[in-house]
Antibody
Framework: QVKLVESGGGVVQPGRSLRLSCAAS????????MHWVRQAPGKGLEWVAV????????YYADSVKGRFTISRDNSKNTLYLQMNSLRTEDTAVYYC????????????????WGQGTLVTVSS | DIQMTQSPSSLSASVGDRVTITCRAS??????LAWFQQKPGKAPKSLIY???SLQSGVPSKFSGSGSGTDFTLTISNLQPEDFATYYC?????????FGGGTKVEIK
């Protein structure tokens, strides 16, 4: 079955960097687009970024553009989120999520989710 | 960016009730609309995609409808395990955007 396990969260000072990882198993990782979605404490869901199955296409939320970079290593079945110039407002649980496809090939984003990793940006 | 507005932000209901949550997009998104359920301390779970198609394993008590800008999620025969927060999401275009959430609480 699909399994997504995030890691790399922790407490970091404003302006510093952190890299999150998402280890995938139970499916052909190299065939699916992957997302990062975050949730600030007590708040709703905020989509962060997406990367295509082969890494050739990436899109970002305006709130992280220029500071965060999504990437993937299909040989390691792992998704990454490099977070630079962190701000207190980046404090959140970060989830990775997997696309899926219908029988006729229609892409459905964020069909499977990991359990999340907490990032706290504080001095 | 496409804004997604959910209503109500919270509601109280009793076991056995039927509830309806609405989601409105700031511009037309065809049927590129998904619904998620999230319980406290847990990751979201995908319930519905393409506005009305159930994800595998999701019980038929959940149903979705709508197209264009207006969408609804209906939950029939509410059970204790259905009390959670529900989010809509548009995937017509990037950036993907979520509604603010609807918390379904026990009356």
């Amino acid at each position: 079955q699909v399994k997504l396990v995030e890691s790399g969260g922790g407490v970091v000072q404003p302006g510093r960097s952190l890299r999150l990882s998402c280890a995938a198993s139970g499916f052909t990782f190299s065939s699916y687009g992957m997302h990062w979605v975050r949730q600030a404490p007590g708040k709703g869901l905020e989509w962060v970024a997406v990367i295509s199955y082969d890494g050739s296409n990436k899109y970002y939320a305006d709130s992280v553009k220029g500071r965060f970079t999504i990437s993937r290593d299909n040989s390691k079945n792992t998704l990454y989120l490099q977070m630079n110039s962190l701000r207190t407002e980046d404090t959140a649980v970060y989830y990775c999520a997997k696309d899926t496809r219908t029988i006729i090939g229609v892409v459905i984003p964020c069909s499977n989710w990991g359990q999340g990793t907490l990032v706290t940006v504080s001095s | 960016d496409i804004q997604m507005t959910q209503s109500p932000s919270s509601l109280s209901a009793s076991v056995g009730d039927r509830v309806t949550i609405t989601c409105r997009a700031s511009q037309g998104i065809s049927n590129y609309l998904a619904w998620f359920q999230q319980k406290p301390g847990k990751a979201p779970k995908s319930l519905i995609y393409a506005a009305s198609s159930l994800q595998s394993g999701v019980p038929s008590k959940f149903s979705g409808s709508g197209s264009g800008t207006d969408f609804t999620l209906t939950i029939s025969n509410l059970q204790p395990e259905d009390f959670a927060t529900y989010y809509c999401q548009q995937y017509n275009s990037y950036p993907l955007t979520f509604g603010g959430g609807t918390k379904v609480e026990i009356k």
